[in-house]
């Protein structure tokens, strides 16, 4: 499944909704961004506005409020970003992504271990 990546600020927005797991109103994600955070409400809306044109949020109007939930988890939009990445990045190979990390000294030989008694499990 392709599914638009979404912006450091969408994913701000989509962590609190997900954390609610349950409709929320643009006042609640008001609410729960931390304090240094100075967006109004309207850079908010658009935010919402492109999270829902994605795909991501559904929206329901209840009375003069529009209500969001999620679409997918944030568990479902990683598998698809990863999914995405190695497929535009290493052709779908997870051994051709495994090497750029051993070339790229990103993988320790404790991971490999960790890695292979992984595999052994499952």
């Known amino acids: ?3 638009g990546k ?8 989509m962590k609190i909704i997900w954390k609610k797991n349950e409709q929320i109103t643009t006042a609640e ?11 109004k409400v309207t850079t908010i809306m ?3 506005s492109r999270l ?7 929206v329901t109007k209840v009375g003069k409020l529009n209500n ?6 944030e568990e479902e939009y990683r598998a698809i970003q990863t999914d995405n990445f190695l497929e535009d990045m290493h052709k779908g190979s997870v051994r051709n992504f495994m090497a ?5 000294k990103k993988i320790s030989n404790k991971d ?10 499952v």
């Not at 750029?100 to 790229?104: A, I, K, M, R, V």
């Not at 490999?112 to 499990?121: D, Q």
């Open 52 to 58: 829902t044109e994605k795909g991501i949020l559904s």
């Open 29 to 39: 994600i008001l609410e729960e961004l931390p304090k240094e955070n100075s967006w």
């Open 68 to 73: 969001y939930f999620p679409k997918i988890t």
């Open 46 to 48: 658009t935010l919402i």
């Open 100 to 104: 750029t990390l051993f070339n790229n």
């Open 1 to 3: 499944m392709k599914l």
């Open 112 to 121: 490999i271990a960790e890695l292979k008694e992984w595999l052994k499990e």
């Open 6 to 13: 979404i912006s450091d600020a969408e994913m701000e927005i």
